[in-house]
């Protein structure tokens, strides 16, 4: 499997546009913290029979274990594995010697961010404060289009998100953290202002992940925008309290509104295949199966390594991607924009990852 361009992308890529692209809309996926580890093999038995980590013990070994890899992933998280990742390219098992990385060495939330969203690891992005992001993200690059505009929106359940994308600048409207849904409302968007009045409040700054899904899935019901980012935030949480089976239920209850998220694109007359996902997350966790598991950053080996999904009428439908193969964090941005038929962010822009050829053939196999 190869990464370079082909001579007809290279062309595309160079007149500003991509030819033939059946994609129309793009939605970025993001689940915050989720270790390869879980995503490619379930549950780890050793962490299950850990008491320092995992309550609920007798659940967790009914619900997540079994004998192979394949078959502990699909339990953890059946939808993604049984029907999104047939329909499109996984990215990311390095037990089958296939890697995607960080290309910033901070291997947290805010710089993994900002290097999925501006195609590049910026040094200077080197905390979690709330900072107005100084970079241009592609979700700002493209509302910049006058097709676009007014088009691209973004939910998170980190509330660190209205500056990520830096709302004031961009136009771009953010729904993060306790935010609440504005102007217009629907009932259901009334009934989820309510239920997060309600809502605990685990963490602060970070709201529970149904909250989330739910305003999103409200507003592309409602308003149709053809970007859209939203970001899960549950599991790194989880896995920073030191609770393996909590990280691990969030994975799964992820899983299942991932599900209504696609049996909604699927029966909308402006999405239903005319849309790509795009799966990643913003860094890895460490890779001891003891205390290391918990927390990330340079100081925790394996922190920078992820993972990637695309799945959409313009990717083939080749599953999990085996043998020696590289991709990086850098390269969502471009990727996501050459979907839609654009060079991001142009000849005159600060030099990005290329985009993954691989995910961009037009001839579905």
Not at 13 to 23: D, L, R, V
Request: with cysteine; proline share 5%; charged share 25%.
């Amino acid at each position: 499997m190869k990464t370079f361009l082909t001579l007809s992308l290279l062309l595309c890529f160079t007149a500003g546009t991509s030819a033939q692209t059946a994609t129309e809309n793009v939605i970025l996926i993001t689940m915050d913290g989720l270790r390869w580890q879980e995503l490619f093999g379930g549950a780890v038995d050793s962490m299950i029979a850990n008491e320092a980590f995992t309550g609920d013990r007798e659940r967790m070994e009914a619900s997540y274990l079994a004998p192979t890899a394949e078959e502990r992933r699909r339990l953890l998280m059946p939808f993604f594995w049984e029907s999104l990742a047939p329909k499109g390219m996984v990215f990311g098992n390095r037990w089958e010697a296939n890697r995607v990385d960080c290309h910033n060495d901070q291997w947290f939330s805010y710089p993994g961010y900002n290097e999925i969203l501006t195609g590049r690891a910026d040094p200077a992005i080197n905390s979690n404060d709330k900072i107005p992001n100084p970079n241009v993200t592609v979700l700002e690059w493209l509302n910049g289009k006058e097709e676009l505009r007014g088009k691209v929106v973004a939910f998170g359940s980190w509330d660190v998100f209205d500056w990520i994308v830096n709302e004031e600048r961009s136009g771009i409207p953010v729904n993060s953290g306790y935010n609440v849904a504005e102007e217009d409302l629907t009932e259901r968007e009334a009934f989820i202002n309510k239920l997060q009045e309600q809502a605990p409040r685990l963490w602060g700054g970070v709201r529970p992940d149904m909250l989330t899904h739910n305003f999103a899935l409200e507003k592309l019901r409602k308003d149709h925008p053809r970007v859209a980012f939203i970001s899960y935030g549950e599991t790194d949480d989880f896995a920073h309290d030191g609770s393996y089976n909590r990280y691990l239920d969030a994975a799964h209850a992820t899983d299942a509104m991932w599900r209504d998220l696609w049996e909604f694109l699927e029966s909308d007359p402006q999405y239903a295949g005319k849309t790509t996902l795009l799966i990643t997350t913003d860094h890895g966790r460490g890779d001891s199966p003891m205390a290391k598991w918990k927390d990330h950053g340079h100081d925790y080996p394996g922190s920078d390594a992820i993972w990637l999904a695309v799945i959409g009428p313009d990717t083939p439908n080749r599953g999990e991607m085996t043998g020696d193969h590289q991709l990086y964090q850098d390269q969502i941005a471009t990727t996501l924009a050459a979907l839609l038929g654009y060079d991001y962010p142009g000849a005159d822009g600060p030099e990005v990852g290329k985009p993954v050829s691989a995910v961009l053939s037009t001839t579905k196999k």
